[in-house]
Structures are given as structure tokens and as C-alpha cells.
């Protein structure tokens, strides 16, 4: 409750543009502490929900889904992509590290890269584009390092897939370059 009240406050205090109108009207009555503190709390409740209406029925987390989501699977990629790094030098094996680099570049970097300009640029994120971009990065960062892996291992059998993983990472970078042509001047 206490949690919910100040958050509320916070956000009246330093975001009161972000309010509808009449919420903001009245947010200077809302900065002095009441007698009854449930009473502001159930205020607060229902200007909450009538502001995440107003956005469109979607609350402000929904909306950071796709560039958070981008930055955590980069950051993974880069623990996963170190830790097979540091195995390669235990062992004095390098055969693997044409994979170990890739994973780590489109994997780690670009997906980071990509949480980022979507964190910067609210209209690049909005779009269906966005999503169709992200999973196909997703899947291309994925197919692309473990057919190299694979057919290093194995021999040419399934060349196949880094192929496939290496078109799907093309596309989806040709899809962020629209997306960025479309939205850096926003
Ligand atoms: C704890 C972190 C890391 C360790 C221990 C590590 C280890 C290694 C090792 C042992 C090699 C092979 C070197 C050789 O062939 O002589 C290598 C190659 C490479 N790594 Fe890493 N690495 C790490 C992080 C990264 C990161 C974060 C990136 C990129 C963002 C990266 C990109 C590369 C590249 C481009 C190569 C060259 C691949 C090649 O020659 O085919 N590494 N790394």
C-alpha cells in the first residue's frame, strides 16, 4: 500500500505532463498528505487505471517489453558466449572460436545494441515490424554461431544450417536498417 502511494506521488511529482488533463488539475491537491490515507489511496488506484486506459489499455511496462527483453537476451548471450571462451582456453581447443565469435557479436552485441535504439526511439518499438525483427534476430543469433559450430564438428552434412542462420540475420538486420531509416529523424 505504502509502496503504491509513494510510486503514485513520485510520478505526479516528476512526470505531472504525463497525466490526462483533469489529473493534472487536481495534482496539486493530491501533493498534500490526507487524513485518511486509504481514502488517497483508492484515488490513486482509480487514476491509475483511467491513465493506463487513456495510453490505449497498455501499461507503461507492456511497453518497455521489447527493448528490455533485447537487452537481457544480449547480456545472457555475452555471460554464455565468455564463460565458452574461457573453456576454449582451458582446454587449448580453438577450433570453435569462428562460433564463439559470432555468437558473442550478433548474439550479445547486436541484440544489445538493438535494446538500446529501441529504449531510445519509442516509435521503432511500436511497430509489428519491431517484433518481427527481434524474433528473427533471436532465432538467426541462435541457428547461425551453432551451424558453424556443427559443421566445424561434424563436417559439411548440415551446412544447411548456418546458411539458413545466416539469411535469417541478414533479413533481420535489413529489417532494423527500415526500422531505423523510418523512425531516427522521430
Ligand atoms: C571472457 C570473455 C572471453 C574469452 C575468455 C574469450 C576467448 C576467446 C578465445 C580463446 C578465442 C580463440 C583465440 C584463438 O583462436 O587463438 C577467441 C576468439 C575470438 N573472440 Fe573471444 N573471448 C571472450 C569474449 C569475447 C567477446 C565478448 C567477443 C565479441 C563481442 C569475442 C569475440 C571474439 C572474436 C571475434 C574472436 C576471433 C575468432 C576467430 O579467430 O575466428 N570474444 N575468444
Not at 509513494?6 to 488539475?25: E, K, M, S, T, W
Not at 511496462?61 to 544480449?74: E, I, K
Not at 533479413?171 to 523512425?183: K, P, Q, S
Given at each position: 500500500?505504502?509502496?503504491?502511494?509513494?510510486?503514485?506521488?513520485?510520478?505526479?511529482?516528476?512526470?505531472?505532463?504525463?497525466?490526462?488533463?483533469?489529473l493534472?488539475?487536481?495534482?496539486?491537491?493530491?501533493?498534500?498528505?490526507?487524513?485518511?490515507?486509504?481514502?488517497?489511496?483508492?484515488?490513486?488506484r482509480?487514476?491509475?487505471?483511467?491513465?493506463?486506459?487513456?495510453?490505449?489499455?497498455?501499461?507503461?511496462?507492456?511497453?518497455?517489453?521489447?527493448?528490455?527483453?533485447?537487452?537481457?537476451?544480449?547480456?545472457?548471450?555475452?555471460?554464455?558466449?565468455?564463460?565458452?571462451?574461457?573453456?576454449?582456453?582451458?582446454?587449448?581447443?580453438?577450433?570453435?572460436a569462428?562460433?564463439?565469435?559470432?555468437?558473442?557479436?550478433?548474439?550479445?552485441?547486436?541484440?544489445?545494441?538493438?535494446?538500446?535504439?529501441?529504449?531510445?526511439?519509442?516509435?521503432?518499438?511500436?511497430?509489428?515490424?519491431?517484433?518481427?525483427?527481434?524474433?528473427?534476430?533471436?532465432?538467426?543469433?541462435?541457428?547461425?554461431?551453432?551451424g558453424?559450430?556443427?559443421?566445424?564438428?561434424?563436417?559439411?552434412?548440415?551446412?544447411?544450417?548456418?546458411?539458413?542462420?545466416?539469411?535469417?540475420?541478414?533479413?533481420?538486420?535489413?529489417?532494423?536498417?527500415?526500422?531505423?531509416?523510418?523512425?531516427?529523424?522521430?
Amino acid at each position: 500500500m505504502v509502496a503504491h502511494e509513494i510510486g503514485y506521488r513520485a510520478r505526479v511529482f516528476f512526470h505531472p505532463n504525463a497525466l490526462p488533463g483533469d489529473l493534472q488539475r487536481s495534482k496539486l491537491a493530491r501533493l498534500s498528505w490526507p487524513d485518511d490515507p486509504h481514502q488517497v489511496t483508492m484515488a490513486a488506484r482509480q487514476d491509475q487505471s483511467r491513465f493506463v486506459s487513456l495510453i490505449g489499455g497498455q501499461s507503461m511496462r507492456g511497453q518497455h517489453m521489447l527493448d528490455s527483453l533485447m537487452m537481457r537476451a544480449g547480456a545472457m548471450f555475452l555471460i554464455v558466449g565468455m564463460v565458452w571462451g574461457i573453456e576454449m582456453g582451458i582446454r587449448q581447443e580453438f577450433s570453435l572460436a569462428p562460433a564463439h565469435a559470432h555468437w558473442n557479436l550478433i548474439g550479445g552485441v547486436l541484440l544489445f545494441v538493438f535494446g538500446l535504439y529501441y529504449r531510445m526511439v519509442p516509435a521503432a518499438r511500436e511497430s509489428a515490424l519491431a517484433k518481427w525483427q527481434a524474433s528473427l534476430h533471436f532465432v538467426g543469433a541462435i541457428l547461425f554461431p551453432v551451424g558453424v559450430a556443427i559443421v566445424i564438428k561434424k563436417g559439411t552434412g548440415l551446412i544447411v544450417l548456418p546458411i539458413i542462420g545466416s539469411l535469417v540475420v541478414v533479413l533481420a538486420v535489413t529489417l532494423f536498417a527500415v526500422i531505423v531509416f523510418r523512425t531516427s529523424r522521430a
